[in-house]
C-alpha cells in the first residue's frame, strides 16, 4: 500500500509520511507497532526549552520504542525563522538534539501537514482542532490510532507516566 495521507483521509499515522531535515523521506510505517510523540517545534518560543525534555524522553525511551519526532513551525509569532539547516544545527548545539526533525511544516491551514491533520483528528479535546502554539504535544498509541493531546504548556517530563503505559501496551501486543 503506496499511501502517504496527501488529502485522503486515514486512519492510522503507520500509512503517513514525512520529510527530514536534511531531506530524507521517513515512512512512518517504519514505527508501526511502536508509541510516537510528535511535536511542532520552534526555536525562538518560551517553550523552546522543551527540547532539553524532548531529548531526555528519547534517551531513555527509545530503546523500549518510543519514537520523538519533531515538527518545526512557523505559524506562530514567526517564532522559527530559520531554514532546515540552521534549526537542525540550534537544536544540536543548543539541546544536543538527536530524535528527527521533519522539515519546516505547517500544522493548521490549507497546507496543514497529513500528520497533523491525522493527530488532530484523533485527539479530541477541548482545545478543538486548531493546534494553539508550538509544542503542542500528541502521543500516539502503538496502534497507530489511540491519540493523546498534550498543551505547550505541559513539560515533556509530566508524559512520562502516559508514555510508560503505551510502553507496555506495545509490549502486550
Known amino acids: 500500500m503506496d499511501h502517504t495521507g496527501g488529502m485522503a483521509e486515514t486512519d492510522s499515522l503507520y500509512t503517513l509520511s514525512f520529510t527530514t531535515n536534511d531531506g530524507k523521506p521517513v515512512s512512518l510505517s517504519d514505527f508501526e507497532g511502536k508509541p510516537v510523540l510528535i511535536v511542532n517545534t520552534a526555536s525562538k518560543c518560551g517553550f523552546t526549552p522543551q527540547y532539553e525534555g524532548l531529548q531526555e524522553l528519547h534517551e531513555q525511551y527509545a530503546d523500549k520504542g518510543l519514537v520523538v519526532l519533531g515538527f518545526p513551525c512557523d505559524q506562530f509569532a514567526h517564532q522559527e525563522p ?27 491551514g490549507k497546507n496543514t501537514h497529513p500528520v497533523f491533520s491525522f493527530v488532530k483528528k484523533q485527539a479530541k479535546s477541548g482545545l478543538g482542532s486548531m493546534v494553539k502554539w508550538n509544542f503542542t504535544k500528541f502521543l500516539v498509541a502503538p496502534d497507530g490510532r489511540t491519540v493523546k493531546r498534550y498543551s505547550p ?11 510508560e503505559s503505551v510502553l507496555a501496551e506495545q509490549t502486550d501486543q
Do not use: H, M, W
Open 82 to 108: 530559520g531554514d532546515d539547516e540552521q534549526i537542525a544545527q540550534f537544536c544540536s548545539v543548543n539541546y544536543g538534539v538527536t530524535f528527527p526533525l521533519s522539515t519546516k511544516i505547517d500544522v493548521n
Open 153 to 163: 504548556q505541559t513539560k515533556p517530563d509530566a508524559l512520562r507516566d502516559d508514555i
